[in-house]
């Protein structure tokens, strides 16, 4: 929806999206979540793709308003890294 195209919902880069949303979703039940904000690569990923990473704060925000879990910045960088394969913005 962000990103005002359709995704290939049978890519490769859409799989691994998937397993890590799984393994998002197995470290929160599990209380695992990395609370880290800030580091290098995020900086530069930010940079690389901001529109990524709006979206990836949107996802954020989200997650905080329903289930009121703050994301940190390795989830951050990760879900933003997943969000430029999936959305194509990495050719």
Request: with cysteine; hydrophobic share 45%.
């Amino acid at each position: 929806y962000h990103f005002k195209q359709q995704i290939d919902t049978d890519s490769i880069n859409y799989s691994r999206f998937l397993v890590h949303m799984q393994f998002f979703l197995q470290r929160l039940q599990e209380g695992e979540l990395d609370g880290a904000r800030d580091s290098f690569l995020l900086v530069q990923v930010i940079k690389a793709y901001p529109d990524a990473y709006r979206c990836a704060l949107l996802i954020r925000d989200y997650v905080k308003a329903q289930l009121d879990i703050t994301l940190g910045g390795n989830e951050l960088l990760w879900l933003t890294v997943h969000l430029v394969r999936i959305a194509g913005l990495d050719a």
